[in-house]
């Protein structure tokens, strides 16, 4: 089972489930060819999935357009059900950096016939973290910058700011219809700019005062 890493911090924590949102920033819905959603638009990925920095991303044989999605991830430090404003910042206990990892060509081909698109979201390395800054350590302020680089080159570049869902409303939002656990993270979507990505690639993903993710795409 994946343990959650910690920034200043020994705890071990088996890592849970990863409930993931998508379409959280309206330009990347744009991009995508997707309406800005009333609500936010939950799957899940396995726990399997996760690598963290410095490890290696596998490019799938069966998908030809690999994306990144930087996002912010939320651990979650307790269980909460249900939550009210304050319950659910109070099951916030850190943050991290994440990246969804996404196979594209399958996600548009199992959305054009109204299948399920698990299969393109849920992958071995899928799901790339870095470590968890607990908020004893910091205080979110709600406008760190979030961005990622491809070899060098910039392609992400926004602020947290920019969501359309707030970490305490999607904490919320979810523990009405899923009981949150001590060690579940949650992906909170991801700004415009996502690309594809093949083997030889180096990712660089950072958010500002959270933390950082160096990753390499390589071959099966």
Not at 65 to 85: F, N, S, T
Not at 102 to 116: H, I, M, N, V, W
Not at 157 to 172: H, Q
Request: charged letters at 30%; hydrophobic letters at 40%; proline letters at 4%.
């Amino acid at each position: 089972m994946k343990q959650a890493k910690f920034k200043y911090s020994k705890e071990s924590v088996p890592i849970g489930k990863l409930v993931c949102v998508g379409r959280n920033y309206a330009a990347h819905a744009k991009e995508l060819g997707g309406e800005v959603p009333e609500f936010p638009i939950i799957f899940l990925k396995p726990a399997s999935n996760i690598i963290f920095s410095g490890e290696q991303v596998v490019h799938p044989t069966y998908s030809k357009d690999l994306q990144h999605e930087v996002e912010l991830v939320l651990y979650i430090g307790e269980d909460v059900k249900d939550a009210d404003d304050e319950t659910a910042e109070k099951a916030i206990h850190g943050y991290a950096v994440g990246l969804d990892m996404t196979l594209r060509d399958l996600q548009f081909e199992f959305k054009a016939k109204g299948d399920p698109w698990t299969l393109a979201k849920c992958f071995d390395t899928a799901a790339v973290l870095s470590d968890v800054i607990l908020k004893n350590d910091y205080s979110l302020r709600d406008d760190e910058k979030i961005s990622l680089a491809v070899n060098g080159i910039t392609k992400q570049n926004s602020t947290i700011k920019n969501m359309i869902f707030s970490p305490v409303e999607i904490v919320k939002f979810i523990s009405a219809r899923l009981k949150l656990e001590r060690g579940d993270m949650i992906f909170t979507g991801t700004p415009e700019g996502v690309s594809r990505v093949v083997p030889g690639d180096k990712i660089d993903a950072a958010i500002e005062n959270i933390g950082t993710i160096k990753t390499e795409v390589i071959n099966k």
